[in-house]
T-cell receptor, first 111, second 114 residues
């Protein structure tokens, strides 16, 4: 049972374009939604996170949009750069340390 | 500051052999997690510890898998006997108590069972 569904699994974007990754969850007890970024040969690292009391959070070129009623959230990468090429994981947590990850999206930004 | 340290980085062994993966969490972190990453299933939580005590091992796939944390600075994940379907990248992560804190991952152990 996949509690956090993530799409697409792969994404190719032109340099300067917008990358969009979508996630949906089922468990209404989730109240913390982080995104992790993973480069080849490395472990995932926290990129940005949001709580459901806000609908949007922006950090530089990265924005999380959150729709509590639809139980969906998404990551937007503005002005995508080749250095953004990585695998991105959405995740969810229910107020404790255990985190459930989406399956991941492999992003490739081409020049 | 040193991050989470995992060893070995790569392990190739034959089916049926015992495999031991090691992890040193970040000093002061009281949570430790073991994950398995595959293309088909993504990142799966296998087990996690709090203050060296296993809290949730529901993700451990079979009795062939076991994990220990004898002290705050060391944990092992053991597979005995290993099978080809255990081939994956295994990650260790640690975090601190205090609301929901980010997990800090090691660089993983790439395990290949022939």
């Amino acid at each position: 049972q996949q509690q956090v569904k993530q799409s697409p699994q792969s994404l190719i974007v032109q340099k300067g374009g917008i990358s969009i990754i979508n996630c949906a969850y089922e468990n209404t007890a989730f109240d913390y939604f982080p995104w992790y970024q993973q480069f080849p040969g490395k472990g995932p690292a926290l990129l940005i996170a949001i709580r459901p009391d806000v609908s949007e959070k922006k950090e530089g070129r990265f924005t999380i949009s959150f729709n509590k009623s639809a139980k969906q959230f998404s990551l937007h990468i503005m002005d995508s750069q080749p250095g953004d090429s990585a695998t991105y994981f959405c995740a969810a947590s229910g107020g404790y340390q255990k985190v459930t990850f989406g399956i991941g999206t492999k992003l490739q930004v081409i020049p | 500051d040193a991050g989470v340290i995992q060893s070995p980085r790569h392990e190739v062994t034959e089916m049926g052999q015992e495999v031991t993966l090691r992890c040193k969490p970040i000093s002061g972190h009281d949570y430790l997690f073991w994950y398995r990453q595959t293309m088909m299933r993504g990142l799966e939580l296998l087990i996690y510890f709090n203050n060296n005590v296993p809290i949730d091992d529901s993700g451990m796939p079979e009795d062939r898998f076991s994990a220990k944390m004898p002290n705050a600075s060391f944990s092992t994940l053991k597979i005995q006997p290993s099978e080809p379907r255990d081939s994956a990248v295994y990650f260790c992560a640690s975090s601190v108590t205090g609301g929901v804190q980010p997990q800090h991952f090691g660089d993983g152990t790439r395990l290949s069972i022939l």
